[in-house]
C-alpha cells in the first residue's frame, strides 16, 4: 500500500509520517504548511505543499503516487480558535473533509484512517470513557471531530471504504526534541513557557471532585499515538477490511494537573510551586479513557508513561525556545 498523510508535517503527523516509513509503509504527505514544519519529515518521504479544498490537486498526487490509503490529520485544533471562528472551523475541518473524501472515492482508494479526538465526548461524568459512552461535544473543535467521524462513516458505507476513527486523549512529550509541540496551547508546553517566563504554573481550580481537587487526565506519548497509527494502518490494510472501527488512543490511567505540575518542577529542576486560580469554564474533573477496545482490535498498548513525556517534552521545548530553565527566584 502507499499511505497519503495529510497533516503530515505537523507535531503528530511527523511522528506519523517517521513510524510508518521506518516501519516499511509507502508514504506521502500532504500539507499546506499553515502550521506544519517541512524539516520534521524523514529526507526520503514525499511532501506535497498543498491544501485538503483543493480536489483537483488531491487527485493529481492520489495518480501520481499510486496512493491506496489516505491517514487524514489535517485540521485546525485549538478550541478558544474554534469558538471565535466557528465557521472557519466547519469549512476547513468538515468542509476539507467532504472534499478530501469526494476524492477518495473518485479515485477508488479503500482505507480510510481519521484523527478523531476525546473532545467528542464533551464531558461525560463517567470513570472510564468507552467508544460507547454518549458524544457530546462542548465546543466547535470537538462538534468537527464528531461531524468528521459521522461524514467518515457514512462515505465509507456509501462507498464501500474500510475506516477507523481514533480518538485521542491528551497528547505529549516528542520522539526526538526536533519533534515536539510548537504550540503552547496545551497543558505541558503551557507550564514550560510560565517557568520560562520566570512565573509560577498557574492550576485552574482544585475544588474538583477528585482526590487532590485538580482535573485528572489520561496522557499520551506522542510516540505511542504514531504507533497506534502503524496498528491501525496494518489492521486497515488486510484484504478483507471494511466496515468501522471508533476507537480511543489513551493510556487507561488518570493523572492529576497537579501531578503532573509537580513532574514537572522535578523534571526541569524548578519546583516553584503553583498558583491556584478559578476554574475554567468547560473543564470536566476527569476524563480518562478506556484503553480496552485498542489492545483488543488494534493489539496496541501505550508503553511509554508520563515522566517520558515531560522528559522528552522538555528536550524539545529547550530546543525550540533556547536556554536553560528559567533562573531561581524567592518563591521557589
Ligand atoms: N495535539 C493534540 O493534543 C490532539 C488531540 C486530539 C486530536 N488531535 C488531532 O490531531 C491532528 C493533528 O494535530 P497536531 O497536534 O499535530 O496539530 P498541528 O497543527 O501540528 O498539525 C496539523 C497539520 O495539518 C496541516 N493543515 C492544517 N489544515 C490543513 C489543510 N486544510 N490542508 C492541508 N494541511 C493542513 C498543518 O499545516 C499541520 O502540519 C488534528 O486533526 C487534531 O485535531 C490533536
Not at 487527485?59 to 496512493?67: I, L
Not at 504550540?183 to 513557557?193: E, H, R
Not at 468501522?244 to 488518570?254: A, F, S
Not at 486560580?277 to 480518562?288: I, K, Q, Y
Request: one cysteine or more.
Amino acid at each position: 500500500m502507499t499511505w497519503l498523510i495529510t497533516g503530515g508535517a505537523g507535531y503528530i503527523g511527523a511522528h506519523v509520517a517517521r513510524a510508518m516509513a521506518g516501519a516499511g509503509e509507502r508514504v506521502v504527505v500532504l500539507d499546506d504548511l499553515s502550521t506544519g514544519v517541512p524539516g520534521r519529515l524523514p529526507a526520503d518521504v514525499p511532501l506535497v505543499p498543498g491544501t485538503l479544498s483543493d480536489g483537483a490537486l488531491l487527485e493529481r498526487t492520489f495518480a501520481e503516487h499510486a496512493v491506496t490509503g489516505v491517514v487524514h490529520l489535517a485540521a485546525r485544533k485549538q478550541v478558544a480558535e474554534s469558538v471565535a471562528q466557528p465557521t472557519r472551523y466547519y469549512r476547513e475541518n468538515v468542509g476539507g473533509l467532504a472534499t478530501l473524501l469526494d476524492a477518495v472515492a473518485a479515485a477508488g482508494i479503500g482505507r480510510f484512517l481519521f484523527s478523531s479526538s476525546a473532545a467528542v465526548y464533551g464531558n461525560p461524568d463517567v470513570d472510564l470513557i468507552t467508544e460507547d459512552t454518549p458524544c457530546a461535544p462542548v465546543n466547535p473543535y470537538g462538534e468537527t471531530k464528531l461531524a468528521g467521524e459521522w461524514l467518515v462513516r457514512a462515505a465509507g458505507q456509501a462507498h464501500g471504504i474500510a475506516t477507523t476513527c481514533l480518538r485521542y486523549f491528551n497528547v505529549a512529550g516528542a520522539a526526538a526534541p526536533e519533534l515536539a509541540d510548537t504550540g503552547v496551547f496545551n497543558i505541558v508546553p503551557m507550564v514550560f513557557d510560565r517557568l520560562t517566563r520566570d512565573e509560577a504554573p498557574r492550576i485552574f481550580g482544585d475544588d474538583y471532585p477528585t482526590p487532590d481537587g485538580t482535573c485528572v487526565r489520561d496522557y499520551i506519548h506522542v510516540a505511542d499515538l504514531a504507533e497506534a497509527h502503524l496498528a491501525a494502518a496494518r489492521r486497515l490494510s488486510a484484504p478483507d477490511a471494511s466496515g468501522d472501527l471508533t476507537v480511543n488512543i489513551g493510556r487507561g490511567e488518570g493523572v492529576s494537573v497537579r501531578e503532573l505540575v509537580t513532574l514537572i518542577g522535578e523534571v526541569t529542576g524548578d519546583r516553584r510551586p503553583a498558583v491556584v486560580e478559578g476554574r475554567r469554564p468547560g473543564d470536566a474533573p476527569r476524563a480518562v479513557a478506556s484503553a480496552a477496545l485498542a489492545a483488543r482490535e488494534l493489539g496496541w498498548t501505550a508503553r511509554r508513561g508520563v515522566r517520558e513525556m515531560v522528559e522528552s517534552a522538555w528536550r524539545g521545548w529547550r530546543l525550540h525556545h533556547g536556554g536553560e530553565p528559567a533562573a531561581p527566584t524567592q518563591t521557589r
